[in-house]
């Protein structure tokens, strides 16, 4: 598994500013993803971020509004940019651990970031 | 139509009866089924990691794939008002490096 740490764990912004979510791991992985959890709603992946390389966003996403940062194996952030109060959400990061013999790869979250645009 | 689909709930129950909570799925290439629970407030962990169609049992905790339906299945036995969270399944075409697709997530309370 993985101890996955997030800040801030919540945050009252104002709409036009940007916040930058970090996003720390306690050994080092190869794939971290950034999900969006809306009031009610489920887990939608933002972006994919491998370390060494650009992140790879998913359709809806786009980098202008959520650019990410991915230097080092234990380390990630994800900016909300020009945020407006739709973007109030949960952010989520995740990590892919890799599987012990036999078993298959696993996703593990950290606890959140609590985000509320006024 | 949403690819997973999940009774949203809410669902309560006393202590101490079976829990079902179900999925379907529309895209058949899905291999790998997972079940997360969310506590109020905190991250999705991970319960229970089934590949393919079968059962998977693990303590009070039983997971259900059946390919052929489309369907998956969370059984919990002896439920405690511990287990009262959200439960999301999740699931992706291949092991690695692949985005998982979540169900909207079912809400559970246990009451005692």
């Known amino acids: 598994s993985a101890v996955i740490s997030q800040k801030p764990s919540r945050d009252i912004c104002q709409r036009g500013t940007s916040l930058t979510i970090q996003c720390q791991v306690d050994s080092q992985v190869t794939m971290m993803f950034w999900y969006r959890q809306q009031p009610g709603q489920s887990l939608t992946l933002i972006a994919t971020?491998?370390?060494?390389?650009?992140?790879?966003?998913e359709s809806g996403f786009v980098i202008d509004k959520f650019p990410i940062s991915r230097p080092n194996l234990t380390f990630s952030t994800l900016t909300v940019s020009n945020m407006s109060p739709e973007d109030s959400s949960i952010y989520l990061c995740?990590?892919?651990?890799?599987?012990?013999?036999?078993?298959?790869?696993?996703?593990?979250f950290g606890p959140g970031t609590r985000l509320t645009v006024t | 139509q949403k690819e997973v689909e999940q009774d949203p709930g809410p669902l309560s129950v006393p202590e101490g009866a079976i829990v079902s909570l179900n999925c379907t799925y529309s895209n058949s290439a899905f291999q790998y089924f997972m079940w997360y629970r969310q506590y109020s407030r905190k991250g999705p962990e991970l319960l229970m990691y089934t590949y393919s169609s079968g059962n998977k049992e693990d303590g009070r905790f039983t997971a259900q794939v059946d390919k052929s339906s489309k369907y998956i299945s969370l059984f919990i036995r002896d439920s405690q008002p511990s287990d009262s969270a959200t439960y999301l399944c999740?699931?992706?075409?291949?092991?690695?490096?692949?985005?998982?697709?979540f169900g909207q997530g079912t809400r559970l309370t246990i009451n005692p």
């Open positions: 999740a699931m992706n075409e291949l092991s690695g490096a692949q985005k998982l697709v």
């Open positions: 995740s990590v892919e651990v890799p599987p012990l013999a036999g078993a298959s790869y696993e996703q593990y």
């Open positions: 971020a491998n370390q060494g390389s650009e992140a790879t966003y």
